[in-house]
């Protein structure tokens, strides 16, 4: 239970971090989602938005942060 414990912490850690970073950071981070790449098709009545470079650039970011997480805590 101790290992579910500090997952839960951990998580919630990353959570606040991403939180303190969007809220103090938001009007600087106005090109995430609109990288090249990402797909948008915008009708008259209908709106699709499909951002593909930016979810790879962000898993790639979470994956390096999980790696290093491993490397040095597990």
């Known amino acids: 239970m101790q290992q579910i414990g500090k997952i839960i912490i951990l998580i919630g ?5 991403t939180g303190i970073l969007v809220y103090f950071l938001g009007d ?10 990402d797909i ?7 709106r699709f938005y499909f951002p593909v470079t930016t ?12 790696y ?3 490397k040095f805590f597990g």
Do not use: D, Q, T
Not at 40 to 46: A, I, L, P, S, T
């Open 13 to 17: 850690l990353i959570i606040i971090i």
């Open 28 to 37: 600087k981070l106005h090109w995430l989602g609109r990288l090249p790449g």
């Open 40 to 46: 948008r098709v915008e009708r008259e009545n209908f």
């Open 55 to 66: 979810a790879v650039l962000l898993s790639i970011i979470i994956s390096l942060f999980i």
């Open 68 to 70: 290093l997480i491993r």
